[in-house]
């Protein structure tokens, strides 16, 4: 590995580092001086904002609901091409492909309600500023242990390098 190499891998810690110094700093003012009850009253004005849209959605006739074409949509972009589609296109290439869709169906409709009916208990006995909070201590959790744990595919790849220059 020559000397540009480690030129730009500086470059690019001194950004992240800078990007998280940055956010954390926020983070923490943010969460500090947040009322502990902040957020409950926009938490129901959109409750009655959606009740209100529901309601008036409701009464048209519609053959789809808004609400699943919308959480359909946003499913299936987020879903497209990430890890988990690609292992299950590699298991159904080795595999039966109706158990590996009925499985890969029914795996995902359960993450998708404990997500669901978990950020709902969240958001109805948690404050804004407790999962602020939370969110900045689990990012630099995150980014510590990024730091400070050894990252064995770096190993590997240094090794390669060095068998590819000897």
Same mark, same amino acid.
């Given at each position: 590995?020559? $000397?540009?190499?480690?030129?730009?891998?500086?470059?690019?810690?001194?950004?992240?580092?800078?990007?998280?110094?940055?956010?954390?700093?926020?983070?923490?003012?943010?969460?500090?001086?947040?009322?502990?009850?902040?957020?409950?009253?926009?938490?129901?004005?959109?409750?009655?904002?959606?009740?209100?849209?529901?309601?008036?959605?409701?009464?048209?006739?519609?053959?789809?609901?808004?609400? /699943?074409?919308?959480?359909?949509?946003?499913?299936?972009?987020?879903?497209?091409?990430?890890? &988990?589609?690609?292992?299950? !296109?590699?298991?159904? %290439?080795?595999?039966?492909?109706?158990?590996?869709?009925?499985?890969?169906?029914?795996?995902?409709?359960?993450?998708? @309600?404990?997500?669901?009916?978990?950020?709902?208990? /969240?958001?109805?006995? !948690? &404050? !804004?500023?407790?999962?602020?909070?939370?969110?900045?201590?689990? $990012?630099?959790? @995150?980014?510590?242990?990024?730091?400070?744990?050894?990252?064995? &595919?770096?190993?590997? /790849?240094? %090794?390669?390098?060095?068998?590819?220059?000897?």
């Amino acid at each position: 590995l020559d $000397f540009d190499y480690y030129v730009y891998v500086y470059n690019d810690a001194c950004i992240v580092d800078n990007l998280c110094h940055s956010l954390l700093t926020t983070l923490r003012q943010e969460g500090y001086y947040m009322a502990d009850d902040e957020g409950a009253e926009e938490l129901e004005e959109v409750t009655q904002e959606l009740k209100a849209k529901e309601d008036k959605l409701s009464s048209k006739d519609g053959f789809i609901s808004p609400v /699943l074409a919308q959480a359909f949509l946003l499913t299936f972009l987020a879903e497209w091409g990430d890890r &988990s589609q690609i292992a299950t !296109i590699i298991l159904g %290439a080795q595999e039966d492909p109706l158990g590996v869709t009925l499985g890969a169906t029914l795996g995902h409709s359960i993450c998708t @309600f404990i997500a669901v009916m978990g950020g709902r208990f /969240l958001a109805q006995r !948690i &404050s !804004i500023r407790t999962v602020t909070m939370i969110g900045g201590v689990v $990012f630099l959790l @995150f980014a510590l242990s990024s730091l400070l744990l050894e990252d064995s &595919s770096s190993d590997e /790849l240094n %090794a390669a390098a060095a068998a590819a220059q000897g």
